[in-house]
C-alpha cells in the first residue's frame, strides 16, 4: 500500500543551526506534500505545503523542496529557535485513490541551548 | 484556536464498553477526518468522510464506527471489538481534497 517514510525520527540541533528533514513517498501521482508541526500537548497545525508544480517554497525560516523524480520531499529550518522544538510531520495526498492524506511517523526535534 | 472541537478531553472507560468522542466544526468544511495517535506511530487514519451522508474506511477502521449526518458533525465509536483502543484521537476537516487539514485538540482515551 501507500507508504511516507520520515527521517530522522529524532534530531537534535544546536540554537541557531538549521534542521532537514526528510521524507519519501511511494506513489508517484501524490501531488500535495503539507508538513504539520505538533508541539507538545498541542495540536498539529500546518507551518508549510508544496503542489506537484513547484520545486521548492520558502515561507521566513522554513522552506520544503520537492524532487518529483526521486519522489521524496524536505523540510529545512534555518536558524533554529528554541521555540521550534516540537514533532514535525509530512505527508502526501494521493490523487489516483480517495481523498486521504498519509502521513510519516514524525520527527521530534529538541533545539539545544 | 477555535473552529473545530472535541469532547471529552480526557475519557476513561472499561473493557467492554462502547465510547463516542465527539467533534464539531463551524467552519463549513466538507471533509472531516479521525486519526489516532500512538507514541513513534505518527498519525493513522481511521475514517473521514467528504460529504454528509458518507464515509470511507481509512488505514485502521477496525473496531470503529462513524457517521456523518450532519455536515459539522463526525462522531466516533471506539466498540469493544477495538482491541487497543487506548490512544490519543484527533478530528480533522478540511474545504476540500489537497487543502489545509485543520485538528481539533484531540481526546485522550485510556481502557481500564
Known amino acids: 500500500g501507500e507508504n511516507v517514510e520520515q527521517h530522522p525520527s529524532t534530531l537534535s540541533v544546536q540554537e541557531g543551526d538549521s534542521a532537514v528533514i526528510k521524507c519519501t513517498y511511494s506513489?508517484?501521482?501524490?501531488?500535495?506534500f503539507p508538513w504539520y508541526k505538533q508541539e507538545l500537548g498541542k495540536r498539529p497545525q500546518l507551518i508549510i505545503d508544496i503542489r506537484s508544480n513547484v520545486g521548492e517554497k520558502k515561507d521566513q525560516r522554513i522552506a520544503v523542496t520537492l524532487n518529483k523524480t526521486a519522489k521524496h520531499f524536505s523540510l529545512h529550518i534555518t536558524e533554529t529557535q528554541p521555540e521550534d522544538s516540537a514533532v514535525y510531520f509530512c505527508?502526501?495526498?494521493?490523487?489516483?485513490?480517495?481523498?486521504?492524506?498519509?502521513f510519516g511517523k514524525g520527527t521530534r526535534l529538541h533545539i539545544l541551548p | 484556536d477555535g473552529g473545530i472541537t472535541q469532547s471529552p478531553k480526557y475519557l476513561f472507560r472499561k473493557e467492554g464498553q462502547n465510547v463516542t468522542l465527539s467533534c464539531e466544526q463551524n467552519l463549513n468544511h466538507d471533509a472531516m477526518y479521525w486519526y489516532r495517535q500512538d507514541p513513534g506511530q505518527g498519525l493513522r487514519l481511521i475514517y473521514y468522510?467528504?460529504?454528509?451522508?458518507?464515509?470511507q474506511k481509512g488505514d485502521i477502521a477496525e473496531g470503529y464506527s462513524v457517521s456523518r449526518e450532519k455536515k459539522e458533525s463526525f462522531p466516533l465509536t471506539v466498540t469493544s471489538a477495538q482491541k487497543n483502543p487506548t490512544a490519543f484521537y484527533l478530528c480533522a476537516s478540511s474545504s476540500q481534497s489537497y487543502n489545509e487539514q485543520f485538528f481539533g485538540p484531540g481526546t485522550r482515551l485510556t481502557v481500564l
Open positions: 505527508a502526501a495526498s494521493l490523487m489516483n485513490r480517495d481523498d486521504k492524506i498519509i
Open positions: 506513489d508517484s501521482a501524490s501531488n500535495y
Open positions: 468522510s467528504q460529504i454528509v451522508n458518507d464515509f
